[in-house]
């Protein structure tokens, strides 16, 4: 067995190829035992990285492809040993971000325990133009940072300025108006703000957190520039990325447009699967959807497939279905539609919007 160990110290190919040796049909008892109990013992990181292994041994294995005489890979489901294995993985802490709405965590099934978004998951959040996807997105990476993850936001559309007025908001309850430049402005506000965000994320204690952001529309134009950016984010320790918007990693033509969303939804499926991060991809309406106020938005707003067919779940902004609150100017109500979902249940979620400190919250059943 020291040959196994010696291979999960280098781990991207150690984990394919014991990931080859589990699903191959030539091991004896002894030597799947072995493999098994030492595969029981590894930390979390490890298990994950070695059973998406698997998963994409698997997926990427066809009659003829194989190379024992093009006979595909099988998994006795019925062996010990691989029951073993797939009891240690289920077994293992669920590494999920809880969202700000119960619905939404509970529809996170699989990898994602009920609990929020998991690791490894590409999620596509579609909206109009400010329609509140920025904003959702910020509640969302406030919950991840809450859970001690580390957040990479890559705006492509607001400054630096505009989203830490925002961000503040949100963390701490103190209303917007008071963070963003102009007269409302107030110096004491800042302070209660910033130490309500100290106090919630346990800034100052063992804990380490690095936020990372970076706004330069120019730079990222591309994916290649947008992978770049979001692994120098990595590298200083982010696991949760936001991307906002996935349209303006773009230039051209709209057939120029449709395939620069494919491509940079592409890029980022393959960066979450190559770093095993969760990703929130925003995403503009097509002109069709964009125009039409009276409709639901469908999976298919998002450009045709380009994003929504290669996701872990689609959420959709219901402009169709928006209202301002009668007796509060500053709250309004919508549905997020839960659209499309490879872990569990679809549906749709009413949400509450605080215009005043930019939170959201689960609306009641009425």
Known sequence: MSTAKELLTERRNGTDRIARMLA????????????????????????????DAIASRRAASTPG?????????????????????????????????????????????????????????????????KSGKSLLALNVADYAIAAGL??????????????????????????VAQLEKGVEFSSAALDRAWGFLRERYDIGTERELRQT?????????????????????YDEGCRFFVVDYLQLVSAGTEDDLYKQVFAIANALRLFKDEYQVSILGLSQYNRATSADYTKSPVPQSLHGGSIENGVDQVLLLD?????????????????????ANRHGDAGDIPVLWSYDTLRIREGMPD
């Open 213 to 233: 952001m970076l706004v330069n529309r120019n730079v990222l134009a591309n994916p290649e520039a947008v992978w770049k950016c979001m692994k120098t984010q």
């Open 319 to 339: 402009h169709s279905r928006y209202a301002k609150d009668d007796m509060n100017p500053h709250l309004a109500r919508t549905w997020l539609r839960l659209a």
């Open 65 to 129: 492809s194989h190379e024992d005489g093009g006979k595909a890979p099988l998994v006795d489901l019925a062996d010990e040993a691989f029951l073993e294995a797939f009891r240690a993985r289920q077994l293992a802490p669920i590494e999920a971000v809880p969202t700000p709405l119960p619905t939404w965590n509970r529809c996170c099934k699989d990898d994602g325990g009920k609990v929020g978004i998991a690791r490894g998951w590409f999620i596509a959040i579609g909206g109009n133009t």
């Open 24 to 51: 191959g049909t030539k091991l004896n008892s002894d030597t799947r035992d072995s493999l098994a109990k030492l595969i029981y013992g590894l930390d979390p990181e490890t298990k994950a990285a070695l059973a």
């Open 150 to 175: 580390a957040v990479g936001f890559v705006s492509l559309e607001m400054s630096v300025e505009q989203l830490t007025a925002r961000f503040l908001a949100i963390c701490s309850g103190v209303p």
